[in-house]
């Protein structure tokens, strides 16, 4: 009897067992597989764009701090933005480095690569025009126009930023030579305080803190530079007014100046690529959330960007202009008419 009860314990167990055997193996077949590590190294780079943004003192790399800040909030896109040695050296690592898909570039920036890559305006493309960048020639009382500076020394800022490469071509396109000079604002504006330099150039966002927050004894003055064909290539026209200078410009003037757009730039890719989708995913994202960088606690300028405004001698990236169009139904049915 001892054993039978035994027996049918066993069996008991036994059964216990195989169900819930059976139940393990059919939990492990309903159950999605682990992904591999390389499925989900593929998935990762599948999402993530490389955006070359500027130097660390620059506005470009916060900008593109922040449009990381509202795209990254996707789960389908990863911007990774990169520290650079300014907008122009973006343009060569649009076109030559790898992990690098988009680049925060001055329009005027293609200007010297036109030897180097003749079809430059249609191997880069813009997916917007971000902010203009204003030309500030800031310049001591005896110097009275850009003709005066001939000759005279002119701080342009430390290499690589958007005063050291625009100005001198600016000027160029002026006629005046100047002795350049490249060292930073700071040191350069005591100087001209002292009387050793004549003219310092920004060429930033206005309006500019030392001219806002600086004390400039009477004569200090920004110089005019009048918008015309020499720079319809690649500037606009802009001015600096009262309200962005109240110390410097007197109440209801203006002193015309030109600016360059800086842009959030692509590579051309073509569309069957998956770079050109991987740009194209980036795209929809940004633009779909782009309204949340008006917002406090981002850069007060992107209240004033507009998705639909170009920018002078580079092309919209296809998949850019593609979301414009559908999401601008009024323009499409005036084009019908």
Not at 44 to 51: D, E, K, S
Not at 224 to 234: A, L, N, R, T
Not at 261 to 289: G, I, M
Request: contains cysteine.
């Amino acid at each position: 009897m001892r054993f039978f009860t035994r027996l049918v314990a066993a069996l008991i167990v036994a059964v216990g067992f195989c169900d819930a055997s059976l139940a393990q193996s059919s939990r492990t077949q309903n159950a999605s597989p682990t992904p591999s590590e390389q499925q989900i190294r593929e998935r990762i780079n599948a999402g993530t764009v490389g955006l070359a943004g500027g130097l660390l003192e620059g506005a470009p790399i916060r900008f593109a701090t922040e449009i990381a800040r509202v795209v990254n909030e996707s789960s389908q896109v990863h911007v990774l933005p990169i520290v650079t040695r300014g907008p122009t050296e973006n343009v060569n690592d649009l076109l030559y480095l790898k992990g690098v898909d988009l680049a925060i570039i001055n329009t005027d920036s293609l200007e010297e690569y036109k030897t180097q890559v003749p079809q430059i305006q249609q191997r880069i493309v813009s997916i917007m025009n971000l902010f203009p960048s204003d030309l500030h020639i800031f310049v001591r009382p005896e110097i009275r126009s850009l003709a005066d500076l001939a000759g005279k020394k002119v701080n342009f800022n430390t290499q690589g930023t958007a005063a050291a490469y625009s100005g001198p071509l600016i000027f160029s396109r002026l006629g005046v030579t100047v002795d350049k000079m490249f060292i930073p604002h700071p040191v350069a504006l005591e100087q001209l305080k002292r009387g050793e330099i004549s003219a310092v150039v920004f060429i930033t966002t206005k309006p500019v803190d030392p001219f806002v927050k600086g004390k400039w004894d009477d004569g200090f003055k920004f110089l005019p530079v009048e918008f015309g064909p020499k720079f319809s290539d690649y500037y606009v026209a802009s001015s600096l007014e009262s309200a962005d200078y109240p110390n410097l410009i007197a109440k209801g003037e203006r002193v015309a100046t030109i600016a360059v757009p800086t842009v959030l730039a692509s590579y051309n890719w073509r569309p069957e690529t998956p770079r050109y989708r991987r740009v194209e995913r980036f795209v929809e994202e940004f633009f779909s959330r782009v309204e949340k960088l008006k917002a406090p606690g981002f850069d007060p300028k992107w209240k004033d960007m507009d998705l639909k405004k170009g920018v002078p001698g580079i092309e919209r990236f296809r998949a850019a202009q593609n979301w414009i169009d559908r999401t601008n139904p009024v323009k499409q049915s005036e084009m019908s008419r």
